[in-house]
Every structure is written in structure tokens, then in C-alpha cells.
């Protein structure tokens, strides 16, 4: 990061807010150093909110040897991803946000004529454009994620059977 880019990070958020924010991210593990540095904190702040992510389920440690690296803890990003749903919006919303998803998924069946998205990327060699190539693997990626998300969302809405007493912030 430059410097200019850091100390605007450093301007809009606390030290917490940076820690998090870093190390929410990254796609693979990294040390309390790394973290720090990305995070435009001292080495102690970052380790004090590494560990504190760590308790909260946010994040995963690793220790191999004398070194430490953090990652984000997919079931805890599950379960709080979960929550919010279940908390900022109503069945409906949900149901009507899976439905969205299905019809989709559905397309990408009938447009690219295969049932998942690995058969999608193995569609690749049939293609001789770049471009459909292209769109074929964005479409298959789009897809992992939708197939997640649609769990994720089904998994919200059986929160309300499960917690049909408890209020709810969104509006039913």
C-alpha cells in the first residue's frame, strides 16, 4: 500500500476496524506482521485483535513453528453472514432473493447445456472463441458462489421455524 493510501485508511477507520478489514480478506494465511503492516497498526495492536478475532470465531489462527498466521474461520463467516440474513430481512425477501438465484443457475443450465459448474468448465475445450471461454468460467465461478449463497439463504429462512418467537429488525 502507499503511503498516501494508508493514511487515508488510517483517517476513516480505527485500529480495529483496519485489523478486521485486513484480515477478513485475504485469500491465504498471513502473519500478525503482514496483517499489521497492511493494516497501518503497531505489531501489539494487531496481535491484541488477532486474538481477540480469533475468540470471536472470526478468524482462524495456525501455528507451524514459532509462527502464527490468520485467516478468516469460514463456519464462523457462515454463521454471522447467516444471522444478518435472518436479521435484516424477512421471508419473503429471502424466499424471493433464492427464487432470483434458482432462475439463474437455471439459465446457465439450459444457455450452456450441463447440469453443474464443473461440467461448465469442462465445456471450455469445446469452445473456440476467447470470449465465450471467458464467459463460460466467469458463469461457472458466478455459480460456486450462487450454490453458496443459496445455502446460506436457505439456511436463514430455516432460522424463522427454528426462532418463530424471537423479533426481527426486518419487516415481515
Known amino acids: 500500500m502507499s503511503t498516501e493510501r494508508n493514511q487515508r485508511w488510517a483517517d476513516d477507520l ?6 478486521e478489514a485486513v484480515a477478513l480478506t485475504v485469500g491465504e494465511p498471513k502473519t500478525a506482521n503482514w496483517i499489521a503492516t497492511e493494516a497501518a497498526v503497531a505489531h501489539e495492536t494487531a496481535a491484541k485483535y488477532l486474538t481477540r478475532f480469533t475468540d470471536d470465531g472470526k478468524l482462524r489462527a495456525e501455528t507451524q513453528g514459532k509462527q502464527t498466521t490468520y485467516r478468516p474461520d469460514p463456519v464462523g463467516q457462515y454463521l454471522i453472514e447467516m444471522r444478518e440474513l435472518y436479521e435484516n430481512y424477512s421471508p ?3 424466499a424471493t432473493s433464492l427464487e432470483e438465484m434458482n432462475e439463474q443457475i437455471r439459465t446457465w443450465k439450459r444457455t450452456y447445456e450441463v447440469e453443474t459448474p464443473n461440467e ?6 469445446r469452445s473456440e472463441e476467447a470470449t465465450d471461454e471467458r464467459e463460460r468460467l466467469n458463469a461457472a465461478h458466478e455459480w460456486d458462489h450462487l450454490a453458496t ?3 446460506l439463504v436457505e439456511d436463514a429462512l430455516r432460522l424463522y421455524d427454528r426462532f418463530p418467537t424471537e423479533p426481527h429488525t426486518a419487516s415481515a
Not at 480505527?14 to 485489523?19: G, H, K
Not at 461448465?120 to 475445450?125: K, N, P
Open 14 to 19: 480505527s485500529a480495529a476496524e483496519r485489523v
Open 92 to 94: 419473503d425477501e429471502l
Open 120 to 125: 461448465l468448465r469442462a465445456s471450455l475445450g
Open 149 to 151: 449463497r443459496r445455502r
